[in-house]
């Protein structure tokens, strides 16, 4: 985590929007901060605002993981 994460509450994966509760890696919920709605947790982890985000935020971490494969493969 970065030097002030314990400061920072939950946000959003996808488009980095501060939400209302505590940090993922803590547990609990997190609402949106306009809807009062419980955010959803994205499939990887972490907490979204809106489908739109889903999206976003499962196609960058789909995205690493398949960079970290194909340089994983030119070690050996």
């Known amino acids: 985590m970065t030097d002030n994460a314990e400061e ?3 946000e ?3 488009c980095g929007m501060a939400l209302e509760g505590t940090p993922y ?4 919920n997190a609402r949106h901060p306009k809807t009062g709605n419980v955010c959803a947790v994205n499939f990887y982890g972490g907490y979204v605002c809106s489908d ?3 999206q976003v935020s499962t196609r960058r971490q789909e995205r690493s993981i398949d960079e970290h494969v194909r340089s ?5």
Do not use: L, Q, V, W
Not at 25 to 28: D, S
Not at 72 to 76: G, P
């Open 52 to 54: 739109g985000c889903d």
């Open 25 to 28: 890696y803590k547990g609990g």
């Open 12 to 14: 959003c994966r996808g």
């Open 8 to 10: 920072r509450g939950a």
């Open 72 to 76: 994983s493969r030119h070690d050996r």
